[in-house]
Every structure is written in C-alpha cells, then in structure tokens.
T-cell receptor, first 111, second 109 residues
Framework: DAMVIQNPRYQVTQFGKPVTLSCSQT?????MYWYQQKSSQAPKLLFH???????NEADTPDNFQSRRPNTSFCFLDIRSPGLGDAAMYLC??????????FGPGTRLTVT | GESVGLHLPTLSVQEGDNSIINCAYS??????FIWYKQESGKGPQFIID?????DKRQGQRVTVLLNKTVKHLSLQIAATQPGDSAVYFC????????FGKGTMLLVSP
C-alpha cells in the first residue's frame, strides 16, 4: 500500500546531542511537511518542501533543519535538542494543494 | 492573527447517538478545509474535506457543513461508535495546513 513511513517510531536522545528523524513515502507526492505535536496540542507546522523548494515557518527555531535529497525522502535534523523539543514529530505528504497524508509519527524523548 | 479553533475541548456521547463537532476559522482566504481524526499515539487520519465552493459534503457516516458567512464548519458523525473515540481536528488550507486546537470525542457503550 502507498504510505508515509517514519523511522524510528520512538527516539531517545540526550540533551544537546544532534538527532535525525526520517520520513519516506511511496505516494510520489511532491509536497512533504514536518509538524511538531506536543502533548494535548494540535500539530504545528515547522516547514515544508514544495518539490525542491524549502519553506520555513517564521517561528520555527534555527535548531530545526530539514533535508530532502529526493522525492521520496525527507529528514528532520535537530542540531541541539533541548528538553522543550520532546514531542511527536509528524511527517506528511500531499500532491500539490491537496489534503496531507500523515505518517505515524516519531515520538522524541530528550533526557 | 489568523486562527482555526474549536468550541468544545471534550464531547461525550452515547453509542448510537449522532455527534456534532464545531470549528471556527478566521482567515477569509481559506478555501479548503479538512477534518482529521487522531487516535492516541497515532498520526492524524484524513476523514473528509470540503472546498469553499460547497456548503455540504457527505461521506460514510460523516457530513461536513461549511458556513462561509460566519466562518464556521462542523463535522457530524452519525450513529457514533466506540471506535470513533479520538481527538478531532479541523484544519484550513489557504497555503499550508493550519490545525485548530482539537476536540476529544468520548463514546461510551
């Protein structure tokens, strides 16, 4: 089945230790998104790629970076995780302006 | 600033009842709206969408109503089942997807 895959599902990292979260898709969608979702809150958009064009939200901290080496893969890099970065990170894809399809998420714990 | 929000944080219903979840938006430029269902520990799941040139759209057991005059949309779930228990988000898509705060639907047997 066509889908959005996130690895790992659970990630534990130490305070200040760089971490990378991965997302892949078999939908061949041209738009990929990264959202951060903290407990009991709505998902918050961090950035998205429209094809190769990177679009950063104005309030996304510089600590968060992203890479999209090809259509199928997108990575979220957190350069120096703080305790406040513990959250569920959701990857989503869409074709153009259509409704995004979400992956299962990666739950990040910072110790 | 622009926002998408829901009126009630928690809605409790009995199995078999109809559920109505409401959502208000403030961005007049919004032309595409989506309802998502999110179960604990999972990513949001697309339920139904509606574009601004429509007032109503029906799916399987779900109906979305859009009132552009008052910038309000609702999700109606018919014959609610325990498996419908989840958090429901409305989201608008003028440029990128912006989520409202979410309503938790609790269905008791």
């Amino acid at each position: 089945d066509a889908m959005v895959i996130q690895n790992p599902r659970y990630q534990v990292t130490q305070f200040g230790k760089p971490v990378t979260l991965s997302c892949s898709q078999t939908l061949n969608h041209n738009v990929m998104y990264w959202y951060q979702q903290k407990s009991s809150q709505a998902p918050k958009l961090l950035f998205h790629y429209y094809d190769k064009d990177f679009n950063n939200e104005a309030d996304t901290p510089d600590n968060f970076q992203s890479r999209r080496p090809n259509t199928s893969f997108c990575f979220l890099d957190i350069r120096s995780p703080g305790l406040g970065d513990a959250a569920m990170y959701l990857c989503a894809t869409s074709r153009g302006g259509g409704g995004p399809n979400f992956g299962p998420g990666t739950r990040l714990t910072v110790t | 600033g622009e926002s998408v929000g829901l009126h009630l944080p928690t809605l409790s219903v009995q199995e078999g009842d109809n559920s109505i979840i409401n959502c208000a938006y403030s961005n007049s430029a919004s032309d595409y709206f989506i309802w998502y269902k999110q179960e604990s520990g999972k990513g949001p799941q697309f339920i139904i969408d509606i574009r601004s040139n429509m007032d109503k759209r029906q799916g399987q057991r779900v109906t979305v109503l859009l009132n552009k005059t008052v910038k309000h949309l609702s999700l109606q779930i018919a014959a609610t089942q325990p498996g419908d228990s989840a958090v429901y988000f409305c989201a608008d898509h003028p440029r990128t997807l912006t989520f409202g705060k979410g309503t938790m639907l609790l269905v008791s047997p």
